[in-house]
């Protein structure tokens, strides 16, 4: 469990790194399975048939489902990629160094001891997944990759819940993986209809819809 | 009883206004030097006036016609509450705002009248009587409830009771000047209006009733001058009461028709003496008006 | 059973009539006359509900609608029965009124405006006689709604949008301002039902609170300047008929809320109560009146006249809450009479005014009296209900706007004995002064509107073009009318419905107030003395006179009229001659301008000749100062400030989703760290 924590975050700190859409979805697709194991050792460890249900609908949804659609979109935005001259906001090295800062802010302000939890160690990370996440919507400007950057947040806070409460209800559960599905099923469509209509799907072009 | 007195006392009011007018016109007269109009003249006129036709513009429609009667008829009325020797409180409509608004009825229909004829001059006097009445109604609310104040009372007849039993006081020499130039205002006299002439630079009365001849200009030439009666009794017998007690009512008749003459030749001097004012000089005028009466009431 | 049988019935009526275009949508004719007859029927129920609850007593109709609302009790008592009558009556008018009126929208959403109309009328019954708390706001609320989309009915005339948005946005304000009171009323009472709120006791802050919230919201719908601001535009936009329920009785449910605060809610209060409320009427009424003598669109004019009588009613209630403080029951009484007598009486010639101004833009299709004239000649039976309705207005005895007025000079002449020496008699001359100026300038205002539309030559085509508008509009106003005489010669019968109405109230003592009128007279006894007053015999001695007129008129023979053209120096008449409305008030203008702050902007064209034949036009404005140094300081603040606050908006995605991050970081810290 440990280990997957970490390799957790080396895919996220991985995932700052990569311009080319088709490996990022490839990241985020790894880090999906690996957020679906850990759901399944948590099942193991606490032995409750919802916590492996919840496991098995991560691995459909977040293994299956979503990267199937980022997929789907790909072949419509041959050509792009984050550019690094003109449209990229910050550079590799510059993500890279804000995802650390927010490793270090996470283990830094939360106190990895809570007495009476088992993955405690799990909070500061899913934390920083939540934060590594926003910094690359923020630092982001093409349609697909703040999509990526979405689902890592999503997984973060996945791995939180998870880990707190060794397992939410699964109504909650279904609720949570419902939203991100649609969620990302919009997002899909709209980076579609972005390419049609505006030629490309950076998103800083919508600056010039301001009044 | 006291209707049949009433109605004789309103005749009298009403058969003596024209006479009232023709003392003023001969004060005015002598005082400027020449011999004057006589006395009866006024009802020579109206009775001319009477029998004569009318020119009627078609432009016109039945408000130009039932103007002049219904400012006939609101005078007639004011006269029969004005208090003068006898006052009628049994009757229970003689109240001071009745007095006021039935003149502004007369007002209004013979202003609207002045629109009806759609000349300038019509108008321009229409809109000017308009403007002085504005003018004029507040201190003329202010100078009559310095003695409704004191009589407790907005009725004319508890008014003029309480009146008669005062004394002479600063105060009441305040309010008197304040209602004499109201009456001045109201009755469309020099210096706010010129009665003689019909020029729209210096009429606003006479404009407004330009378009009237024959019969309706008699009906209301007596109506004005019934109105100027009924200012005048008011002012004399709410302002300058004093009469002479424990006498008999005719005596006390003559005495108030005396009073009522001096008052009358009082007009014609301050006619003769100054000149008519700007329209626009004329809320000052009025404000002065208000302004002794606010310290009649406060030197009460 | 029988009040709650009629009260359900009239209810019932008006949301029948609110449905009932869905049914008929394809013949506009029959929309026309289902919806409105039905509105006709409502209010003919209505006037007998109230008239059976004046005659046998208060009534109680309870609905229970479940959580969160809870038991919603209709209470019709004297004082809701009054207004009850006033609406019934106005009602029937507007809507007989309306089946004529209505053929001008039969391409206009005919369909859409009669079924606002019913729910307006519904929402109205509803907001007099509701005696819950949460129901009330929400009736209210309902009331606003629904008049503001008949305010914006006809949205494609430049203006009205703007003006409904004014009306609603100040209207939410009153809405804010009278939730504020009534729930600090319900949490001190601990109840939401009107007969128990006066039973909690608020210490004298929080009553001064509660006062002043009241005054301020329900002052908002009434019309008080300085709140009055969206009256003259949204009374205009409206169709007429909703404009004369809209100034008729809408206006007057601010004051009905305002007697329930201020007479059972909250008592007898300190003095300045009544003299804060008395100033704010005298401005009220004085600015009113010269606002609207400078205007020349006939319903403008007659939307600032109701500001101006809003102030006359509310000078009545005003002296009535002084008398109440200072233990005067008899004279609070008195005052009291006298403004809601007033609100009657408003009620019915503002609306007979409108209707006529309506009647007037059916047949010529323009409000602007510049463009009018000569309309008694060719619309004679509109001329005659117009000049009712004017001479009402202007407190011309024998007509019902006399008496009231003569009963709010006679509560402001007692007003000495509240507010004692030099000072209350000065106060109360300056009042009655006041009150004379704004009936001699109301009378001014309406001797121009009267004259500039009804009489002498039209000033344009539309006006020559003019025909007698139909039917069941004349009849209408004509009702109307009749009641403004009968109102004015018999007020007995309204007066000794006003004891009933007052004399359940503390601090007010209505019983023996009006007990001495004969016939033919009214009379009250006050403290020390009391007032008379004959309207009969006023009329028989007019009467009298013009028979006296007549008969010397035809003493030498009946007189030979010639015709003969009105002399104009030679030329032949025309219309250009005639005296413009404009001009009729420019004295007026002349002599207020240090209060008006007039602006003529004088625009000469000489392109055809520069030496002759230069056609000048000339405006006039008038500065509202309330406007000016009011609103316009504050709507402009909001402008800079939202100007500011653009800056955050850059546009960028990347910096919306920054400032998210920077919050999430913030909360992350805080969390941690305290």
């Known amino acids: 469990m440990e280990l997957l924590t970490i390799l957790l975050l080396v895919a996220a700190i991985l995932q700052t790194r990569v311009s080319n859409l088709r490996l990022a979805i490839n990241i985020i697709l790894v880090q999906s399975v690996f957020v679906a194991l850990a759901c399944a050792i948590i099942g193991f460890q606490t032995n409750e048939t919802h916590i492996y249900i919840a496991a098995l609908l991560t691995a459909i949804i977040k293994v299956g489902l979503i990267p199937y659609a980022l997929y789907r979109v790909l072949p419509y935005l041959h050509e792009e990629r984050e550019k690094r001259a003109r449209r990229e906001i910050v550079s590799a090295n510059l993500s890279t160094f804000m995802a650390l800062l927010a490793i270090i802010l996470a283990y830094g302000m939360l106190s990895p001891k809570f007495p009476g939890v088992a993955v405690a160690y799990a909070l500061p990370a899913s934390i920083s997944l939540v934060l590594i996440g926003l910094v690359f919507i923020m630092t982001r400007s093409q349609a697909v990759m703040q999509i990526i950057g979405l689902i890592t947040m999503e997984n973060g806070l996945y791995l939180l819940g998870l880990s707190m409460t060794q397992g939410l209800p699964l109504i909650i559960e279904m609720g949570i993986f419902f939203d991100v599905l649609v969620a990302v099923v919009v997002l899909v469509i709209l980076t579609y209809r972005l390419k049609l209509s505006f030629m490309s799907t950076d998103t800083s072009l919508l600056k010039k819809l301001k009044g | 009883m006291s209707i049949a007195l009433l109605a004789v006392q309103t005749i009298i009011i009403i058969l003596l206004a024209p006479f009232i007018q023709g003392v003023i016109k001969n004060t005015k007269g002598r005082l400027q030097s020449r011999r004057g109009p006589r006395y009866l003249q006024p009802y020579y006129d109206f009775l001319k006036l009477l029998r004569k036709d009318s020119v009627i513009s078609p432009t016109v429609s039945w408000i130009f016609h039932f103007a002049p009667y219904i400012y006939f008829a609101t005078a007639i009325a004011a006269a029969a509450l004005v208090p003068t020797v006898f006052t009628f409180s049994g009757l229970k409509f003689d109240n001071l705002f009745v007095l006021v608004y039935l003149f502004a009825l007369g007002r209004f229909f013979l202003a609207a009248a002045s629109l009806d004829a759609g000349s300038s001059f019509g108008g321009m006097g229409g809109s000017r009587e308009m403007f002085i009445s504005v003018l004029v109604e507040p201190p003329l609310m202010l100078a009559l409830f310095t003695v409704a104040f004191r009589a407790n009372s907005t009725n004319l007849s508890v008014m003029a009771t309480t009146a008669a039993a005062s004394t002479v006081s600063f105060s009441a020499v305040l309010a008197a000047v304040a209602f004499l130039i109201i009456t001045i205002a109201e009755t469309g006299r020099i210096p706010v209006d010129n009665p003689d002439t019909h020029l729209e630079l210096t009429m606003i009365h006479e404009g407004m009733v330009l378009e009237y001849s024959g019969r309706p200009v008699g009906l209301i030439f007596w109506a004005s001058t019934i109105k100027q009666a009924v200012f005048i009794l008011l002012l004399v017998n709410l302002f300058v009461p004093w009469n002479i007690t424990g006498i008999a009512p005719v005596l006390t008749a003559l005495w108030m028709l005396l009073k009522v003459l001096i008052v009358a030749v009082l007009l014609a001097c301050i006619e003769t003496s100054t000149n008519k004012m700007r329209l626009f000089r004329v809320p000052g005028l009025m404000a002065a008006a208000g302004v002794f009466s606010l310290l009649a009431l406060i030197a009460q | 059973m029988l009040i709650e049988q009629l009260y359900l019935v009239s209810l019932g009526l008006f949301i029948l009539g609110s449905c009932s275009p869905m049914f008929t949508k394809g013949s506009a004719k029959a929309t026309n006359y289902l919806a409105h007859g039905l509105a006709t029927l409502g209010c003919v129920v209505t006037i007998v509900l109230a008239i059976s609850v004046l ?416 039917g069941t509009m004349l009849v209408a106003m004509g009702f109307l009318s009749l009641v403004c005489v009968a109102a004015g010669v018999w007020p007995q019968w309204m007066l000794a419905i006003l004891q009933k109405v007052l004399s359940s109230y503390a601090g007010i003592a209505a019983a023996s107030l009006f007990q001495n009128s004969d016939w033919y007279a009214i009379a009250f006894q006050a403290q020390q003395a009391g007032g008379v007053l004959a309207m009969p015999v006023v009329v028989i001695m007019v009467i009298i006179g013009f028979g006296v007129a007549v008969v010397f008129a035809r003493l030498a023979g009946s007189p030979k009229k010639d015709a003969g053209e009105t002399w104009t120096c030679g030329i032949i008449p025309n219309a250009r001659m005639e005296y413009t409305a404009t001009g009729f008030a420019e004295p007026i203008r002349r002599a207020f301008g240090r209060v008006l702050n007039p602006v003529d902007v004088v625009i000469a064209d000489k392109s055809r000749n520069p030496y002759h034949g230069v056609k000048i036009t000339i405006h006039v404005h008038i500065t509202h100062y309330i406007s000016e140094l009011m609103y316009r300081p504050v709507s402009n603040g909001l402008y800079t400030f939202a100007n500011y606050l653009r800056k955050i908006q850059a546009g960028s995605l990347q910096l919306y989703i920054g400032y998210i991050m920077a919050v999430t970081v913030i909360v992350l810290i805080i969390g941690t760290r305290w």
């Open chain 3, 55 to 470: 005659l046998t007593g208060n009534h109680t109709v309870a609905f229970s609608l479940g959580a969160p609302i809870g038991l919603i009790k209709a209470r019709i008592d004297y004082l809701a029965a009054y207004f009850l009558l006033a609406f019934g009556i106005v009602g029937v008018a507007a809507s007989v009124y309306a089946i004529g009126y209505s053929r001008e929208y039969y391409i206009h959403r005919l369909a859409l405006m009669a079924a606002l109309y019913n729910a307006f009328l519904l929402s109205i019954a509803l907001v007099l006689t509701i005696s819950q708390v949460l129901a009330f706001v929400i009736v209210w609320e309902l009331m606003t709604v629904v008049s503001f989309c008949l305010v914006n009915h006809e949205y494609e005339k430049t203006g009205n949008t703007s003006a409904a948005y004014l009306y609603i946005l100040m209207t939410h304000i009153g809405t804010a301002f009278i939730g504020i009171a009534f729930l600090l009323l319900a949490t001190a009472a601990n109840t939401l039902d009107f007969e128990l709120l006066k039973t909690g006791a608020l210490t004298g802050m929080l009553r001064n609170v509660v006062f002043l919230c009241a005054l301020i919201g329900f002052g908002t719908k009434a019309g008080v300047i300085p709140l009055h601001i969206w009256l003259p535009e949204a009374h205009p936009a409206a169709p007429s008929h909703v404009s004369a329920m809209m100034s008729g009785i809408m206006i007057k449910t601010a004051i009905y809320g305002m007697s329930r605060f201020f007479l059972e809610f909250l008592g007898a209060g300190p003095e300045w109560w009544g003299q804060l409320v008395l100033i704010l009427a005298i401005i009220s009424s004085v600015f009113g009146v010269l606002y609207a003598l400078m205007e020349h669109d006939l319903k403008r004019l007659l939307a600032y006249h109701s500001v101006e009588n809003i102030g006359i009613i509310l000078l009545g209630v005003g002296a009535g809450m002084v008398f109440m403080s200072k233990g005067l029951p008899v004279l609070a009484a008195l005052a009291w009479a006298a403004g809601l007598y007033h609100v009657f009486n408003h009620a019915v010639f503002k609306s007979l005014l409108f209707l006529g101004s309506g009647a007037v833009l059916y047949a010529t299709h323009t409000k602007d009296i510049e463009h009018l004239g000569g309309l008694i000649k060719k619309m004679p039976y509109t001329a005659l209900f117009f000049l009712i309705g004017a001479a009402a207005i202007s407190a011309l005895p024998p007509l019902n706007g006399f008496v009231s007025e003569w009963l709010t000079f006679q509560a402001l002449f007692f007003l000495p004995q509240a507010v004692g020496g030099l000072v209350g008699k000065l106060w109360s001359v300056i009042l009655i002064a006041l009150l004379g100026l704004t009936g001699a300038l109301a009378g001014a205002c309406f001797v121009k509107a009267f004259g500039v539309t009804f009489l002498a030559k039209p000033r344009s085509k539309k006006a020559e073009q003019a025909t007698e508008v139909p």
